[in-house]
């Protein structure tokens, strides 16, 4: 069975940085869109940033320019490098897979277990 497993979080100064890791595991995501998603304290879940399969990539407004998402197919793993850390960036942060290919076939909606980033001086 699929299962995705993130690193990386922590307790980091404003203006410093973090790279969370996502690995994916129990299927094949060549042909899926990763992405990683963040839920703040008393906020709804947003979509932070999204690749494709096809590596082509998107952000929300509040984190373009400072975090940057990439993917390494061979690894099955999802990085998010986060730089110019904001107050505003803590908040449990959540791996997403849109589907897989599993034995049984394709599965959908897949999430990690979250890591926590806390930027706070």
């Known amino acids: 069975q699929v299962q995705l497993v993130e690193s990386g979080g922590g307790l980091v100064q404003p203006g410093g940085s973090l790279r969370l890791s996502c690995i994916a595991s129990?299927?094949?995501?060549?042909?899926?869109?990763m992405a990683w998603y963040r839920r703040a304290p008393g906020q709804r879940r947003e979509l932070v940033a999204i690749?494709?399969?096809?590596?082509?990539?998107n952000y929300a407004d509040s984190v373009k320019g400072r975090f940057t998402i990439s993917r390494d197919n061979a690894k099955n793993t999802v990085y998010l490098q986060m730089n110019s850390l904001e107050p505003e960036d803590t908040a449990v942060y959540y791996c997403?897979?849109?589907?897989?290919?599993?034995?049984?076939?394709?599965?959908?909606?897949?999430w990690g277990q979250g890591t926590q980033v806390t930027v706070s001086s």
């Open positions: 997403h897979v849109d589907r897989a290919r599993e034995i049984r076939g394709w599965g959908y909606d897949y």
């Open positions: 129990g299927g094949i995501f060549s042909s899926s869109d």
């Open positions: 690749i494709t399969s096809g590596g082509n990539t």
